[in-house]
């Protein structure tokens, strides 16, 4: 086999992982982090409750609430919720009274996020093992709206290509070989991971690969695996 000089170019305005080795997920349109006064309605009847919640970045849930508002005789926690876009969701076990606890009442409640950040929907639950339903709006404390991700035309991206003796590589001028490679980033959009990838003639375009979009102000780095 005949000696093989080559070397790996990156072209890019900025540089990103691998289109197949992850992609972006989805972000919530609102943090809902803070306290709240709800109004749950059943029968015509509202029900002030104090809500307090908690939101990480993928949106996910947890807090904690009671009634009436100011004085949680009957308490309640959290045990699975999400924020996704506009709706937030929750589904929550009864801590206190005992009428509320034995048997084990747990409330279900969806709703959706209006543009000025209050919220409103509607809510069930299993009280004494009946099958409640009513509305709910919030009363006081409001979401606050998260800055969009990046669009596309502040996405970067890079190519890498396989060079031998100063010319894109060929099946011919590479033997069929393969090359190994090794990356690892840091982007906005994604976050931090590593990955690895081939240069081979069974590339898309022989020997080449391109990468997914990525936020500008990204860092990326690759080197083939000897």
Known sequence: MKKLFSLFIGVATLVAPLAFTGSALAAP?????GSYVVDFNYLGTDSPHDVNLTQD????????????AGANTYTWVITS?????DTISYVADYTATPDAVTPQTTMNVDGVIATDGSMSGTWTDNYQGE????????TSGT?????AVPVDDEMV???IMKFINGSQATDESADSADFPMN???TADNIG???GSYTLSETNDVAYQAETTDMSKGANYSTHEDL
Not at 81 to 85: A, H, K, L, S
């Open 57 to 68: 970045g993928a949106g996910d849930l947890t807090g904690n609430g009671g009634s009436p």
């Open 143 to 147: 979401a606050s709206e998260i800055e």
């Open 29 to 33: 349109n609102w943090d809902t982090t």
């Open 131 to 138: 099958e409640r339903a009513g509305t709910w709006h919030s």
């Open 81 to 85: 919720g999400d924020v996704d876009g």
């Open 183 to 185: 990356s690892s980033w």
């Open 192 to 194: 931090a991971g590593s």
């Open 157 to 159: 991206t890079v190519t």
